[in-house]
């Protein structure tokens, strides 16, 4: 529960600061719809980070998670805006995957040296 509350909640955050953000700095008028449609978008990288068992590093897969999260806002709203974006994307997917996995201790599956319980029931 843990690795997928706190993702969504820094996820959360940082789509209201983005959202903040772009609003003052003066791209084009920003509604409402889109105002939440960015806070729901950086949501998505939380929650995909939250849920993903992925096996790869932590710092590529908040990449990834983040480039994957970012596309629906870059394609429906600002494709004029597309590196920005997309570098905004990629720097809130990593540094909401590595808060979660280093600061607050939630890793996204159990490390190579440990061994997969054997009787998990699916």
């Not at 805006?81 to 905004?88: D, E, F």
Request: aromatic fraction near 10%; charged fraction near 15%; hydrophobic fraction near 55%.
């Amino acid at each position: 529960m843990k690795r997928l509350l706190i993702p969504i909640i820094l996820a959360l955050a940082a789509g209201f600061y983005e959202a903040v953000r772009i609003t003052k700095g003066g791209w084009e008028d920003v509604g409402a719809a889109h105002f939440w449609f960015i806070v729901t978008s950086r949501g998505l990288i939380g929650f995909m980070i939250g849920i993903s068992r992925l096996k790869l590093h932590h710092t590529l897969h908040g990449v990834l998670m983040g480039l994957v999260g970012s596309l629906p806002i870059i394609v429906l709203f600002w494709p004029q805006h597309t590196v920005q974006l997309l570098l905004l994307s990629l720097a809130y997917g990593l540094m909401i995957e590595i808060m979660t996995t280093r600061i607050f201790k939630a890793p996204a599956h159990i490390p190579f040296s440990q061994k997969m319980p054997e009787n998990i029931e699916y």
